[in-house]
């Protein structure tokens, strides 16, 4: 390489580094992030291959790491978890493997437990507009429509 092409690939991979150091990332963001800021092609791949040979990518990894997160501060079902994975560049293998936390029992009490606390921030005059708010609102999330019906009549149980 001539010095050029090794400045413009120490300013990639400073500029990788920076992605990394805001949040864990996958190689389809960070590839895709690179290539924005107008670098080179072989540039990108080689900072990408560095990056890999660090373990500083690892889409396994984030992966996971992206549905323990979402699972903690914004529950979602396993329907929203995967089209946002399909979106960073995550392989259906891996989404299916990252996802084996969230069986379907799993998946049913974190929708009735949303549905309680929708539930209770709720001053809806009829039992109808409420089951139409929940469920639109836990459809949103992703969750399977099985465990909203099942969260529903949890809650409906709990209520009546």
Do not use: C
């Amino acid at each position: 390489m001539n010095d050029a092409t090794d400045k413009e690939l120490k300013r990639a991979q400073e500029r990788a580094l920076r992605l990394l150091g805001v949040r864990n990332r996958s190689t389809y963001e960070v590839r895709t992030r690179l290539e924005r800021a107008g670098f080179e092609e072989e540039v990108v791949a080689e900072v990408i291959s560095w990056l890999h040979h660090l373990d500083y990518l690892n889409d396994e990894r984030f992966a996971r790491e992206w549905v323990d997160s979402r699972l903690r501060h914004k529950p979602l079902g396993r329907r929203r978890l995967t089209y946002e994975l399909i979106q960073k560049g995550i392989g259906r293998e891996i989404i299916e493997e990252a996802l084996q936390q969230v069986d379907s029992q799993a998946e049913s009490q974190l929708a009735t437990s949303l549905a309680y606390k929708q539930y209770g921030r709720m001053r809806e005059p009829t039992w109808e507009s409420v089951e139409r708010k929940i469920y639109g609102y836990l459809t949103r999330r992703g969750f399977r429509s099985d465990a909203v019906r099942q969260a529903i009549e949890s809650l409906r149980q709990h209520v009546k």
